[in-house]
């Protein structure tokens, strides 16, 4: 009597392939971007925006600087927080957040301030971008993003730094693109703590000197920051940081 035949599995759908492994569903891959956006949409139609000026802090120093005075250690993890939201939800302010700082706290206390919320922010903004995007992005990915995710394993440090370290790059557009371009956690985070501290200083700087500029009804130079004796070391900076992607990409092989 023969034996029955073993069943044999149903085959594969034409379009699967024995490597495709099923992606997220959308919802679970988009919700960061999603939240960020609601916050937008929430901040704005409450006018939060509008106490990210030079305007309101003008109006609101007194009891800013009474809450600083009264309970420093608080008002400093509140001022934190405020600029990690600021920028993990890349509300607009990020510069009047660190000329309140500056203000605030004076201008080394203030920076540091300003350059760890802006550090965490970016950090947080760059996993949402990641989460969302990167596994469909990395799905596609065509020759020319293969050659930019490769450069960025072997010296995203260095490019990311030479970024940071110019002030007329959009800060936002830094945060997202290296996600998407595939570019690890770490050597973002390092590259964006240092490449943003020359900036921040000057800008604390210019905040700690704001009381005078208050008194006289005036509103602060933030231009400064162009200015051949401070945008000329920068670029001699993102130069040397750009040297550094160079040498270290030269001696890797392959």
């Not at 099923?22 to 006018?47: E, F, K, N």
């Not at 760890?116 to 949402?128: D, H, K, P, S, V």
């Not at 970024?163 to 800060?171: D, G």
Request: charged share 10%; hydrophobic share 55%; aromatic share 10%.
């Amino acid at each position: 009597m023969p034996c029955p035949e073993a069943p044999t599995s149903a085959p594969p759908p034409p379009d699967a392939s024995p490597d495709a492994a099923p992606g997220r569903p959308a919802w679970q891959r988009l919700w960061p971007i999603g939240l960020i956006l609601a916050v937008l949409a929430l901040a704005y139609a409450l006018g939060l925006h509008r106490l990210l000026s030079f305007e309101a802090l003008a109006a609101h120093r007194a009891s800013l600087g009474g809450f600083v005075a009264a309970q420093p250690l608080a008002a400093a993890l509140a001022y934190l927080a405020a600029y990690v939201a600021v920028v993990a939800f890349s509300l607009p302010g990020g510069a009047v957040m660190t000329l309140a700082g500056g203000f605030l706290f004076g201008p080394w206390l203030g920076a540091g301030l300003a350059v760890a919320g802006a550090t965490i922010g970016a950090c947080l903004l760059f996993l949402a971008a990641r989460h969302a995007l990167a596994e469909v992005l990395e799905r596609r990915a065509g020759p020319l993003l293969g050659r930019v995710r490769e450069e960025l394993r072997r010296g995203g440090f260095w490019y990311l730094l030479s970024l940071r370290l110019l002030p007329v790059v959009p800060f936002w557009l830094v945060n997202l693109a290296p996600a998407l371009a595939g570019m690890a956690l770490s050597p973002y985070a390092a590259a964006t703590f240092l490449g943003i501290i020359p900036a921040t200083v000057v800008y604390a700087g210019i905040g700690a000197g704001l009381g005078q500029v208050f008194e006289a009804g005036g509103r602060p130079d933030l231009s400064v920051v162009f200015s051949p004796g401070i945008l000329l070391p920068l670029l001699g900076l993102a130069a040397l940081s750009l040297l550094g992607a160079w040498w270290r990409r030269r001696q890797q092989p392959g």
